[in-house]
């Protein structure tokens, strides 16, 4: 089992930052695409960010220039920088991340979800 814990969340006037920590625990052999999700009540939840494990990013265009998303294999971390913040971007924000662990003497692909982490952008 590959689990997720995030932090870095929390309340922030609109045009402040924020960072969002996501820290992969397990025995894990590789990790291959991360990305960060959010959900603002009533919408569907979205994808913000994406990086590969070749540290290809892609954003949703609502955020680019602003949300830097980046990686830290060795702390098994991904992080979401979050710059100039709008009322909009008010949301429960996720992390999710692919790859391969050990378990049992085999290896296997995981597909695993943070618990969700809120932000809340104020005027």
């Known amino acids: 089992q590959v689990q997720l814990v995030e932090s870095g969340g929390g309340l922030v006037q609109a045009g402040g930052s924020l960072r969002l920590s996501c820290a992969a625990s397990?025995?894990?052999?590789?990790?291959?695409?991360m990305g960060w999700y959010r959900q603002a009540p009533g919408k569907q939840r979205e994808l913000v960010a994406v990086?590969?494990?070749?540290?290809?990013?892609n954003y949703v265009d609502s955020v680019k220039g602003r949300f830097t998303i980046s990686r830290d294999n060795a702390k098994k971390t991904v992080y979401l920088q979050m710059n100039s913040l709008k009322l909009d971007d008010t949301a429960v924000y996720y992390c999710?991340?692919?790859?391969?662990?050990?378990?049992?003497?085999?290896?296997?692909?995981?597909?695993?979800w943070g618990q969700g982490t809120q932000v809340t952008v104020s005027s």
């Open positions: 397990g025995s894990i052999a590789s990790m291959n695409r």
């Open positions: 990086i590969t494990s070749g540290g290809s990013t």
């Open positions: 999710q991340i692919g790859g391969t662990y050990r378990s049992g003497g085999l290896w296997s692909n995981f597909d695993s």
